[in-house]
């Protein structure tokens, strides 16, 4: 079985300070992981994933996620956030060798104050 | 390039109404994907299909929901009878096979209201 798990409903940073939304995960083999953006009255957009190889993984809009295998973690980062990166923020995994089905975490909403 | 397209966006209809949602995937993905977002349940997973067959439908609620994909261009979710709570928003999502590592992309869903 696999599972996902965002800790925070919420995250509140002003303009130009780091942003950070957190991820963790749960598979019983090796995982991937993405990470999507949802704007209002919008679909999920993807934002960037983890196959295998570097631990850092950049992707769009300046963002990039980091995967640490030992505390099954896969935090999304961006070094100095935007007015306009104010969304809901989802991680999702797929167990390698499972069927193609994706695991969404509860979604993180984060607002970036100007 | 056109991503997914969802019809209709709104649906607004009374309870123990047919109701059908439709979908055209990206040209070329071989998944389609069918998922429903509540406020309470978050992003739940209906049915998914590959190369036009239903894999999963474990997830599809009850008997009034059915979905097919007639062919690799377009699909539809039905719901009959409709009931309020059935009200959410429905998306659909497309994806490459590869080796189950290519993202699923979204389209801008369907908002139902079922009163």
């Known amino acids: 079985a696999q599972s996902v798990a965002q800790p925070e409903d919420q995250v509140n940073v002003a303009e130009g300070n780091p942003l950070t939304v957190k991820c963790t995960y749960s598979?019983?083999?090796?995982?991937?992981l993405f990470w999507y953006v949802q704007y209002p009255n919008r679909g999920l957009q993807f934002l960037l994933k983890y196959i295998t190889g570097d631990n850092l993984v950049k992707g769009s809009y300046g963002f990039e996620a980091e995967f640490n295998k030992s505390q099954t973690s896969f935090h999304l980062k961006k070094p100095s956030a935007l007015v306009s990166d104010s969304a809901l923020y989802f991680c999702?995994?797929?167990?390698?060798?499972?069927?193609?089905?994706?695991?969404f975490g509860a979604g993180t909403t984060v607002t970036v104050r100007a | 390039d056109a991503g997914v397209i969802q019809s209709p966006r709104h649906e607004v209809t009374e309870m123990g109404q047919e109701v059908t949602l439709r979908c055209k995937p990206i040209s070329g993905h071989d998944y389609l994907f069918w998922y429903r977002q509540t406020m309470m349940r978050g992003l739940e997973l209906l049915i998914y299909f590959n190369n036009n067959v239903p894999i999963d439908d474990s997830g599809m609620p009850e008997d009034r929901f059915s979905a097919k994909m007639p062919n690799a261009s377009f699909s539809t979710l039905k719901i009959q009878p409709s009931e309020p709570r059935d009200s959410a928003v429905y998306f659909c999502a497309s994806s490459l096979a590869g080796t189950g590592n290519q993202p699923q992309h979204f389209g801008d869903g369907t908002r139902l209201s079922i009163l």
């Open positions: 999702a995994v797929r167990d390698i060798g499972d069927d193609y089905k994706l695991s």
């Open positions: 598979v019983s083999g090796n995982p991937y």
